[in-house]
């Protein structure tokens, strides 16, 4: 097999428009990038950055780094912008959020301080915890939609870029169920001049980008891209989108625990998961209906990897229960807390602690890079739509209708990999030949 995709080369400058450029993780994501520009730190975290993949059989012993097997944007070609509700500098917003040292911020100063915010669109009934003193103004939503393609027009003329990509890494907005607003590119558009409630301004933002000719990446639990309208006008234009919600600290190990027990036929009685978090994000999660927006994302991991259905005995009973707890003094700095109580032979009961004192930021920079390197290698190979490949960045991951969510963490790593084994004209990785059980088609190998 040796039919690779056609790749546009990554040339010139990439554009990463980022909604909610001053918070703590998009602070943290553009600090860290130009860090490691200069060789002042290292992409520790990065799969595209630091990880490594195998082709061909074992025997061959071929493990090039993914950055050299794909052709991936380089990171000093980024250029950084984006909105947020405050007109401060990034600069400003990093050392408000206080996740890295002094030292970090000030030996890129004078480049977050260039970076400064154009104006959001921002309605506090979407995340009622924060407000907005550098918000754009319109009539109708669909004004506000203009008014972010022209931004987004105007940044890549003047930082004459060759792409773009917009990611959201702004806070969680309030739960919404698709409705028939969200059916059609023309029922939303019609929504948007009537200023219908149900579209939130993350829909506005990935219907201005993707109007644009820009991927659309959602790193919150919003209800975003996954809606039939935006997903109708990324296939009409011929763009990729992924999401959602970032997948970081406690959903993390869930991802990775949950398999563990399945895999091994191992009981689940209860799973209690509770969580400290002082930044801004755990602000917003204090308000019962941006929790619920969070919430979701995260009891849907479990059952999808357990599967109740084909497994009623072990995991068809199981109480799931999640708590957020906003404590200020803890800043970035997170802390889940998880008690698992499981059963195994003949029944006995048996007990998981996991304490997790990660930080936030930290753990979500990586991957906001991972994503926005991918997306746009997707958009110059022409895979337009969901992007499930990425599912292992995501708490919640999309995927296309009628297809079941992956939420196995190794499972979703090796799909993403056998995706650019696949782009790059190499075989899936597939042990059964290796180990005897096949004969390999000879045909096969030659196409």
């Known amino acids: 097999m040796k039919n690779s995709l056609e790749i546009a080369p990554a040339k010139g400058k990439l554009g990463v428009l980022i909604v909610g450029v001053d918070g703590a993780v998009a602070s943290t994501f553009i600090a860290g990038v130009l860090n490691i520009r200069k ?6 975290g990065s799969l595209t950055q630091m990880g490594t993949i195998r082709i061909g059989d074992r025997s061959e012993n071929q493990f090039p780094f993914i950055k050299d097997f794909v052709p991936l944007a380089n990171i000093k070609d980024i250029v950084f912008g984006g909105w947020d509700i405050r007109p401060d500098s990034v600069y400003d917003g990093a050392a408000y959020a206080k996740v890295l040292d002094k030292k970090d911020i000030d030996s890129v100063g004078k480049e977050l301080k260039a970076i400064k915010p154009m104006k ?10 924060l407000e907005g003193t550098h918000v754009k103004e319109g009539k109708t939503k669909y004004d506000l939609a203009e008014q972010v393609k022209e931004d987004i027009r105007e ?7 060759s792409r773009l990509v917009v990611i959201w890494i702004g806070s969680t907005e309030i739960f919404i169920r698709v409705g028939d607003v969200h059916k059609s590119i023309a029922t939303f558009e019609k929504g948007l001049k009537t200023n219908h409630k149900d579209i939130s301004p993350s829909m506005i933002y990935a219907y201005a980008a993707l109007s644009e000719g820009v991927p659309f990446i959602n790193g919150a639990p919003n209800l975003t891209v996954d809606v039939p309208a935006i997903m109708e006008l990324a296939d009409k234009n011929n763009l990729p989108i992924a999401g959602k919600d970032f997948k970081t600290g406690q959903t993390l ?9 399945k895999a091994r036929m191992i009981g689940l009685s209860g799973w209690f998961s509770s969580n400290l978090l002082g930044n801004r994000d755990g602000e917003v999660l204090d308000e019962p209906g941006s929790f619920k927006t969070k919430e979701e994302s995260k009891l849907s991991v479990i059952d999808s990897i357990l599967q109740p259905d084909l497994y009623p005995e072990l995991y068809s009973e199981y109480y799931h229960k ?9 800043g ?3 802390e ?3 008690n698992i109580d499981i059963f195994g032979w003949l029944g006995y009961p048996m007990e998981l602690k996991i304490n997790f004192l990660c930080r936030d930021s930290i753990l979500a920079s990586p991957l906001a890079l991972d994503l926005v390197l991918f997306t746009d290698l997707a958009a110059r190979a022409g895979m337009k739509g969901v992007q499930d490949w990425l599912s292992f960045y995501f708490k919640s991951p999309m995927h296309m209708p009628g297809v079941v969510a992956e ?7 090796t799909k993403l990999k056998n995706t650019l084994r696949v782009m790059r004209g190499y075989k899936p990785i597939s042990h059964v030949e290796n180990d005897g059980l096949l004969t390999p088609d000879p045909m096969a190998e030659s196409l």
Do not use: C, E, S
């Open 155 to 161: 940044f890549k003329a003047k930082n004459k870029l």
């Open 336 to 338: 889940g807390w998880d």
């Open 39 to 44: 060789g002042l730190g290292r992409p520790i």
């Open 322 to 330: 999640i708590k957020i707890h906003y404590y200020p003094p803890r």
């Open 407 to 413: 939420n196995d963490l190794f499972i979703q790593l």
């Open 120 to 129: 959001a669109v921002f309605d506090q009934y979407y995340v009622k915890r």
């Open 253 to 261: 190990i869930k991802t990775v625990i949950a398999p563990m027990l």
């Open 332 to 334: 970035d700095n997170k």
